[in-house]
T-cell receptor, first 115, second 109 residues
Framework: DTEVTQTPKHLVMGMTNKKSLKCEQH?????MYWYKQKAKKPPELMFV???????INESVPSRFSPECPNSSLLNLHLHALQPEDSALYLC??????????????FGPGTRLTVT | TQLLEQSPQFLSIQEGENLTVYCNSS?????LQWYRQEPGEGPVLLVT?????EVKKLKRLTFQFGDARKDSSLHITAAQPGDTGLYLC?????????FGGGTRLMVKP
């Protein structure tokens, strides 16, 4: 099973709303990632969690707050977003994280629209 | 800055034609991954190449890693409409994963 699941598939939210994106994997992977992808662009790394601890934060604004409740789950809490934050948000996981030596498996993404 | 350049950016071909997509950098990568992404979906890992000069085949897809591990190519033989999508290369330089800009392929029946 190489599946990473993400919910919801689509999300529309206002700039004053608070919402959360969820990601789950049952491959026993110990590293999980959040990426942001704008239209016709490659994915951009936001956060890396390794063994449930935040390892990398790519200077992401504080209106994005990641959380890793356990080794299978990764959340991204959203608050006071801007319209330019509209994008496809991708979750990925890998067996481990040692400088990206391990293959990453992506979820289907959440299409976020901020109005 | 480890920059990965993909070419061409866009490619529209007829079913049955062959094509090659290139992924080039001035940096050395310890490994390089190729993904295919369909609209509204996440990237799907196709292959990982690790050794300089390595060639991997996946049905009609042939992947090659340059001898110096700075570049890679993806060759598709007898393309089919199901091959349509965004092809992304991603290089691992040890401290970060760098994505190329992608090649958008359309195969017309």
């Amino acid at each position: 099973d190489t599946e990473v699941t993400q919910t919801p598939k689509h999300l529309v939210m206002g700039m004053t709303n608070k919402k959360s994106l969820k990601c789950e994997q049952h491959m026993g992977h110990r590293a999980m990632y959040w990426y942001k992808q704008k239209a016709k662009k490659p994915p951009e790394l936001m956060f890396v969690y390794s063994y449930e601890k935040l390892s990398i934060n790519e200077s992401v604004p504080s209106r994005f707050s990641p959380e890793c409740p356990n080794s299978s789950l990764l959340n991204l809490h959203l608050h006071a977003l801007q319209p330019e934050d509209s994008a496809l948000y991708l979750c990925a996981s890998s067996q481990d994280w040692d400088g990206y030596k391990y293959e990453q498996y992506f979820g289907p993404g959440t299409r976020l629209t901020v109005t | 800055t480890q920059l990965l350049e993909q070419s061409p950016q866009f490619l529209s071909i007829q079913e049955g034609e062959n094509l090659t997509v290139y992924c080039n950098s001035s940096s050395v990568f310890s490994s390089l991954q190729w993904y295919r992404q369909e609209p509204g979906e996440g990237p799907v890992l196709l292959v990982t190449v690790v050794t300089g000069g390595e060639v991997k085949k996946l049905k009609r897809l042939t992947f090659q890693f340059g001898d110096a591990r700075k570049d890679s190519s993806l060759h598709i033989t007898a393309a089919q409409p199901g091959d349509t999508g965004l092809y992304l290369c991603a290089g691992d330089a040890g401290n970060m994963l760098t994505f190329g800009g992608g090649t958008r392929l359309m195969v017309k029946p």
